[in-house]
Protein backbone atom coordinates (compact mmCIF):
# COMPACT_ATOMS: atom_id res chain seq x y z
CA UNK A 1 0.00 0.00 0.00
CA UNK A 2 2.51 2.67 1.19
CA UNK A 3 4.93 1.48 -2.02
CA UNK A 4 2.02 2.72 -3.83
CA UNK A 5 1.77 5.98 -2.39
CA UNK A 6 5.05 7.45 -2.56
CA UNK A 7 5.09 8.27 -6.77
CA UNK A 8 1.56 9.61 -6.23
CA UNK A 9 3.26 12.14 -3.66
CA UNK A 10 1.08 10.95 -0.64
CA UNK A 11 2.84 11.40 2.62
CA UNK A 12 1.75 9.22 5.99
CA UNK A 13 2.01 10.69 9.25
CA UNK A 14 1.19 8.79 12.61
CA UNK A 15 -0.36 10.62 15.62
CA UNK A 16 0.15 8.76 18.66
CA UNK A 17 -1.85 9.40 21.37
CA UNK A 18 -1.10 7.06 24.12
CA UNK A 19 1.72 5.17 24.77
CA UNK A 20 2.38 1.88 25.68
CA UNK A 21 1.08 2.34 29.60
CA UNK A 22 -1.91 3.98 28.23
CA UNK A 23 -0.52 7.53 29.72
CA UNK A 24 -0.19 10.64 27.02
CA UNK A 25 2.06 9.67 24.43
CA UNK A 26 5.97 10.81 25.18
CA UNK A 27 8.90 10.80 22.26
CA UNK A 28 9.95 7.55 24.20
CA UNK A 29 6.81 6.22 23.24
CA UNK A 30 7.05 7.52 19.45
CA UNK A 31 10.48 5.91 19.38
CA UNK A 32 9.54 2.39 20.79
CA UNK A 33 6.26 2.95 17.90
CA UNK A 34 8.78 3.37 14.89
CA UNK A 35 10.77 0.65 16.13
CA UNK A 36 8.07 -2.18 16.98
CA UNK A 37 6.35 -1.48 13.25
CA UNK A 38 9.38 -0.86 11.27
CA UNK A 39 8.03 2.76 10.25
CA UNK A 40 11.32 4.29 9.04
CA UNK A 41 9.33 6.14 6.18
CA UNK A 42 6.59 6.93 8.52
CA UNK A 43 6.56 10.55 10.50
CA UNK A 44 5.29 9.60 13.86
CA UNK A 45 4.77 12.16 16.67
CA UNK A 46 3.21 12.32 20.15
CA UNK A 47 -0.04 13.95 20.13
CA UNK A 48 -0.48 13.54 24.02
CA UNK A 49 -3.38 15.84 24.36
CA UNK A 50 -5.06 14.49 20.95
CA UNK A 51 -5.29 18.09 19.68
CA UNK A 52 -4.65 17.10 16.04
CA UNK A 53 -7.40 14.39 15.78
CA UNK A 54 -9.40 16.73 14.14
CA UNK A 55 -12.91 16.84 16.00
CA UNK A 56 -13.37 12.51 16.13
CA UNK A 57 -12.50 10.86 19.79
CA UNK A 58 -11.87 7.63 18.93
CA UNK A 59 -9.15 5.75 17.68
CA UNK A 60 -7.59 4.57 15.13
CA UNK A 61 -8.68 7.36 13.38
CA UNK A 62 -7.97 8.15 9.81
CA UNK A 63 -7.61 11.81 8.13
CA UNK A 64 -7.10 12.73 4.98
CA UNK A 65 -5.37 16.12 4.14
CA UNK A 66 -5.72 17.84 1.25
CA UNK A 67 -1.67 19.64 0.99
CA UNK A 68 -3.04 22.48 -1.00
CA UNK A 69 -5.85 24.13 1.28
CA UNK A 70 -4.75 21.94 4.72
CA UNK A 71 -8.40 20.92 4.95
CA UNK A 72 -9.55 17.46 6.12
CA UNK A 73 -11.12 15.99 3.25
CA UNK A 74 -11.76 12.34 4.28
CA UNK A 75 -12.10 11.25 8.22
CA UNK A 76 -13.12 8.11 9.68
CA UNK A 77 -12.50 6.71 13.47
CA UNK A 78 -11.86 2.20 11.85
CA UNK A 79 -8.58 0.10 11.75
CA UNK A 80 -6.46 0.70 9.16
CA UNK A 81 -7.23 -1.20 5.62
CA UNK A 82 -5.42 -1.35 2.33
CA UNK A 83 -8.12 0.19 0.31
CA UNK A 84 -7.95 4.08 0.29
CA UNK A 85 -9.92 5.83 -2.58
CA UNK A 86 -10.37 8.90 -1.17
CA UNK A 87 -6.23 9.31 -0.55
CA UNK A 88 -5.78 8.07 -4.04
CA UNK A 89 -8.12 10.04 -5.83
CA UNK A 90 -6.69 13.32 -4.12
CA UNK A 91 -3.59 12.38 -4.99
CA UNK A 92 -4.41 11.52 -8.22
CA UNK A 93 -6.51 15.17 -8.68
CA UNK A 94 -3.41 17.22 -7.39
CA UNK A 95 -1.08 15.73 -9.87
CA UNK A 96 0.77 17.88 -11.79
Given at each position: ?????G??????????????????????????????????????????????????????Q???????????????????????????????????
Amino acid sequence: MMAEWGPLGIKVAVLLVTGVSWQPATTDDVLLFKQAYGLESVAVVADPDGSLMGGLSGTPQEDVVDPRTMTIVHQAVEYPTNDHPELVALAQQNAP
